[in-house]
């Protein structure tokens, strides 16, 4: 079975920083496509950022100058380091994983969260002035 928990969510005020943590179980982090996800209430979920087989990273352009998107295979975790939080970036944030793809992340992944197989419950960013 795959399960993804995510860990490190909060409130932080803007400008501050934080990282998010996902650790994984049936599913090995560095062999499929694994990415983050974001949602307020009333809109739909939108992609941050992903990680490829090989590392390979991509990123929302309203993240990319800000945000990075790593994996420790040794621990099985993927991770969000989020640097200058804006208000915009507060949501509810959620991991998730493509086991259908061999590695790769669908080209419109960013818009395709049907596109992934398996999520976690979520955890909360709140960015406050």
């Known amino acids: 079975q795959v399960q993804l928990v995510e860990s490190g969510g909060g409130s932080v005020q803007t400008g501050g920083s934080l990282r998010l943590s996902c650790a994984a179980s049936g599913v090995t982090v560095s062999t499929y496509c694994m990415a983050w996800f974001r949602q307020t209430p009333g809109n739909e979920r939108e992609g941050v950022a992903a990680i490829e087989r090989g590392g390979f990273t991509k990123y929302a352009e309203s993240v990319r100058a800000r945000f990075t998107i790593s994996q420790d295979s040794a621990t099985n975790v993927l991770y969000l380091q989020m640097n200058n939080l804006q208000a915009d970036d507060t949501a509810m944030y959620y991991c998730?994983?493509?086991?259908?793809?061999?590695?790769?992340?669908?080209?419109?992944?960013?818009?395709?969260?049907?596109?992934?197989?398996?999520w976690g419950q979520g955890t909360q960013v709140t960015v406050s002035s």
């Open positions: 998730a994983t493509d086991k259908r793809s061999n590695g790769a992340c669908y080209s419109r992944w960013k818009s395709s969260p049907s596109t992934f197989d398996y």
